[in-house]
């Protein structure tokens, strides 16, 4: 078995360049920055009446998607196979509200429907997914992307054009939203762009993607499963508090903006006795991974749930790493990695979390080649490159009380 590389040894570091490079894949990719930044205008269009696409929206392997004008509330939500979206929008709209300006608080437990400012017009063999944003999923907003005549959520089929539409629920919370405010995120890719399992273990070699304390994790203690992730664990321990829960019957939201709201008015800590704790049904928790992981320059990846044959969870709302997340350039000073902020839902009865155990795996994509711009590179305002357990960006660093 060869040694394991150092990423900090800078043989194993990619370099960082403007233009695809020997590492450009020959089966499917996500597109990066640059490719992004071509589209806009084309295949990816502002919808009539919306303001064109800014820099800002660009991310590594992804571009940001902003709410429309008017948020439709409706009686249920739907997956527009059947009809079209407009049809059954006038079948199930209650209400209609106006984003513009300050925007509107949209309601805990009530279901919303929001035409994006953005629509694609695919070339074939060019296909679009969606996930919610960091911050969507720790301020417990859940959310879905529709596309027309496409009967599944948060995807389109190859050579998709037309409109867009997210599906907007508040599940702890009510929420200020305005428009242009940015809860999702599109990717176009080529081909399947997941790692194989082999590939995987490869590029682990050449990079340690687990960090644990100052070492990496060694290739034999990571648990590459079959379809090319890595199972990834809770940290519990070492942690005071060990995550958060959400408050019920709190004041409104402000998403956009950092620093909003002080944390202690929405959540309160959790605590661990002997690397345990016990998760309430209907529960909203904020937790963190137990190991830290690296996203090299070249890769993107995406958290997803393990199968654990227990109905007791629903974790990772929100779980899309763009290229570079945890990862540091040779000689760059600062820890190796950083911590997956978990989501996490106690469903039916209480569920006994313990530190260590499985609770999500990290998925592997290709990307086209290294981005321009790596994860929180160039980026006004805060990332979570550094976090640990961190709540969203709206929220001020809570301080513990003074004994």
């Not at 930044?37 to 929206?57: F, H, K």
């Not at 995987?200 to 993607?209: G, N, S, W």
């Not at 928790?285 to 749930?305: G, N």
Request: charged share 25%; hydrophobic share 35%.
């Amino acid at each position: 078995m060869p040694p394991t590389t150092s990423s900090q040894d800078p043989a194993a570091q990619p370099t960082l360049a403007g233009t695809a490079s020997a590492i450009a894949p020959l089966r499917g990719a996500l597109l990066v920055d640059r490719e992004l930044r071509a589209l806009c205008g084309t295949q990816i269009q502002a919808a009539p009446g919306a303001s064109a696409i800014g820099e800002q929206q660009i991310q590594a392997s992804s571009l940001d998607l902003r709410l429309g004008p008017i948020a439709h509330e409706i009686r249920a939500g739907f997956l527009p196979n059947a009809a079209p979206i407009e049809q059954r929008l006038a079948e199930l709209e209650t209400a209609r509200i106006s984003l513009e300006g300050s925007g509107a608080v949209l309601q805990r437990g009530r279901v919303y429907l929001v035409p994006l400012e953005e629509e694609l017009a695919l070339e074939p063999g060019l296909r679009a997914s969606f996930n919610p944003r960091s911050s969507t999923g720790r301020c417990d907003v859940f959310t879905r992307v529709l596309s027309a005549s496409h009967p599944r959520f948060n995807e389109t089929p190859p050579g998709h054009r037309g409109r867009l539409w997210i599906e907007i629920a508040p599940l702890s919370f009510p929420v200020r939203l305005a428009r242009g405010d940015r809860l999702c995120q599109l990717r176009l890719s080529r081909g399947d762009p997941s790692l194989t399992r082999e590939e995987l273990i490869d590029e682990y070699r050449r990079t340690p993607l687990c960090w644990r304390g100052e070492e990496p994790l060694a290739e034999r203690e990571v648990r590459f499963s079959d379809d090319g992730g890595i199972e990834l664990h809770l940290g519990l321990q070492g942690r005071d508090p060990c995550g958060w829960r959400a408050k019920q019957g709190s004041a409104a939201l402000q998403f956009a903006g950092e620093s909003q709201h002080d944390a202690r008015d929405f959540w309160e800590p959790v605590h661990a006795h002997q690397g345990r704790s016990i998760l309430e049904p209907g529960g909203f928790y904020i937790f963190a991974s137990r190991e830290r992981v690296v996203i090299p320059p070249h890769l993107a990846a995406e958290m997803l749930p393990v199968d654990l044959g227990l109905g007791e969870l629903r974790n990772n709302y929100a779980g899309f790493f763009d290229n570079g997340f945890g990862w540091r350039r040779a000689g760059e000073a600062g820890v190796r990695g950083t911590a997956a902020v978990l989501e996490v839902r106690a469903h039916d009865v209480p569920f006994l979390i313990e530190d260590g155990q499985v609770f999500f795996r990290l998925s592997y994509y290709r990307a086209s080649g290294v981005p321009e711009r790596i994860y929180a590179e160039g980026r006004a305002g805060n990332s979570y490159r550094d976090q640990d357990l961190s709540l969203a960006r709206t929220f001020r660093s809570w301080q513990a009380p003074k004994p």
